[in-house]
């Protein structure tokens, strides 16, 4: 259980991570939204990596890393530093 919620928002995190990094302009409908997204983690970033750095410390206390999806929304939430970094110095 702690595994699949951590993975769901590994997920989250990349996604905002991933807005934050690479804008898209054409979404319809859905461009207010990805844009808050994309504006407040890239202008928050060290912030943001923060909080996601306490979460992950919180369901590995949990046991979330036992499991295979566990390690896989690892492996994505570093994926999301590296992309939170990659804006913190890009600005």
Known sequence: MAAALFFALSVVGLFASASAWFPLRRLGRANPFYFLVAWLTGELAL????????????????????SDLGLLGL????????????????S
């Open 47 to 66: 912030q943001h990596m923060a909080v996601q750095a306490l979460v992950t410390l919180a369901f590995g206390f949990a046991g979330a890393f036992r």
């Open 75 to 90: 492996t994505l939430t570093f994926a999301s530093w590296g992309l939170l970094l990659a804006c913190h110095f890009r």
